[in-house]
Structures are given as structure tokens and as C-alpha cells.
């Protein structure tokens, strides 16, 4: 489970605290659980990789949180694993992905792409529906937003791979 705003970050510097911050703000607004910003904000402040121990002691959230948040992270190619400290240790360690043609690559094929696929079936069962619609002005006014729909969906389609291409993926 997240960790509450404010209380489990306590342990962190002033400056370590606002970054994880910052990166909390960001992925609200992407819809994705705070753990992710505070996750991906303590590694890209960090100056060394740090392991998965290290990142549920430091932000105090669970060990589940912590691992499902690095798997995500990863998937999305916003982390990477690294090197340890040299010790021996058998952890694995992580550190950030500060290429933003990265960071914005990976959002696109992890998150963005897999819901315009699915969002062309979904639109075709909502303009069925539209077209059986009995009372004759709602379902003109219905057929005409399935249309927009579907005119969004092409846009987004279109757009995606030239904004990949734009930023080198």
C-alpha cells in the first residue's frame, strides 16, 4: 500500500524530500500510486544505486510496494539494475533512467499504446450501441461523439509513432 502524504519520508534530507516530491506531483498527474514518484525520486537524488532494502527503509513503504514499484519502473524503462557497492553483496541494486526520450518512450509503449488498442474495441461496442439506440435525436447525437471517438483514436494513432520518432525510439 502507498505510504500517506508527509509521513513516511521524514527521514530524508530537505532536498532529497522535495525532488521525491516533485516526482510524486508528476505521477498524479500520469494516474499512477505515489510509490512510483517516491521511488523513482529518491534513486534519481541519489548518488549511488540503491537496493530494494535501501528504498523501503528510506521511504517507509512496504517491501510489496517497493518491488512492484521497481517492476514498473522497469517495465517503463525508468530504471535500470547497477552495479552494488562492490562488496559482495548479492543485491540487486537500481539506479534512474535520465534520458527523457527514454522515460517518455517507455510511457508510450507500456501505457499509452496498450490503451488506444484497446480502446478501438470498447469505441466499435459503444457505436453499436449508439446505432441501437431507439429515440432518433439521441442516437444521431450519440453516433456523432462515437465519430468523435474514433476520430481521436486515429489522431492518437497517428501521432504516437511520430513523437517516438521524434525522441530517437
Not at 500517506?4 to 500520469?30: C, K, N, T, Y
Not at 505515489?34 to 528504498?55: K, M, N, Q, V, W
Not at 534520458?99 to 474495441?121: A, D
Amino acid at each position: 500500500m502507498d505510504a500517506a502524504p508527509d509521513s513516511s519520508i521524514d527521514g530524508l534530507a530537505p532536498l532529497e524530500r522535495q525532488v521525491v516530491d516533485f516526482f510524486v506531483d508528476g505521477v498524479r498527474v500520469l494516474g499512477l500510486p505515489r510509490s512510483i514518484g517516491e521511488i523513482y525520486g529518491l534513486l534519481f537524488i541519489s548518488r549511488s544505486p540503491l537496493a530494494l532494502d535501501d528504498l523501503v527503509q528510506r521511504l517507509g513503504i512496504s517491501k510489496g510496494s517497493a518491488s512492484q514499484g521497481l517492476r514498473m519502473l522497469k517495465s517503463l524503462g525508468a530504471v535500470r539494475e547497477a552495479s552494488g557497492n562492490g562488496n559482495g553483496e548479492r543485491r540487486t541494486y537500481y539506479e534512474p533512467a535520465v534520458e527523457l526520450k527514454r522515460l517518455v518512450g517507455g510511457f508510450i509503449r507500456e501505457q499509452i499504446r496498450p490503451h488506444l488498442e484497446s480502446g478501438q474495441s470498447k469505441i466499435h461496442r459503444l457505436a453499436e450501441s449508439a446505432r441501437a439506440e431507439d429515440d432518433p435525436e439521441q442516437r444521431k447525437f450519440l453516433e456523432e461523439r462515437m465519430e468523435r471517438l474514433e476520430q481521436w483514436m486515429r489522431s492518437g494513432g497517428r501521432v504516437l509513432p511520430i513523437l517516438q520518432k521524434l525522441l530517437g525510439q
